[in-house]
Nanobody, 123 residues
Framework: QVQLVESGGGLVQAGGSLRLSCAASGRTFSLYAPGWFRQAPGKDREFVAAISSGSNTYYADSVKGRFTISRDNAKNTVYLQMNSLKPEDTAVYYC?????????????????WGQGTQVTVSS
């Protein structure tokens, strides 16, 4: 069982930056492939970024070049650095993890989810 706790959300002006963190419990987190998803009001949850156990990274086209996912296995933590934020990035951001080394962009392939953290970007 893995528990995920996100932090780092908040209110930021367009063009600003935020860094989200996701702290995971469990001794084998280094073998997991975590990801970030987001859900805006009235919309379905969507993929944002994922990272494999070997640190290969994958991004949604809408965030490519602006967001960076990374992991620190010693701290059991995955990060999402978000730069050049836009109002359309406003959403609840969720950390997720799957007990496989290969990353996935499919929501249904993730076994564990955090509670979410709100990111609001003002224009």
């Amino acid at each position: 069982q893995v528990q995920l706790v996100e932090s780092g959300g908040g209110l930021v002006q367009a063009g600003g930056s935020l860094r989200l963190s996701c702290a995971a419990s469990g001794r084998t987190f280094s073998l997991y492939a975590p990801g970030w998803f987001r859900q805006a009001p009235g919309k379905d949850r969507e993929f944002v970024a994922a990272i494999s156990s070997g640190s290969n990274t994958y991004y949604a086209d809408s965030v490519k070049g602006r967001f960076t996912i990374s992991r620190d296995n010693a701290k059991n933590t995955v990060y999402l650095q978000m730069n050049s934020l836009k109002p359309e990035d406003t959403a609840v951001y969720y950390c997720a993890a799957r007990p496989y080394g290969v990353a996935s962009m499919k929501e249904e392939s993730y076994n564990y989810w955090g509670q979410g953290t709100q990111v609001t970007v003002s224009s």
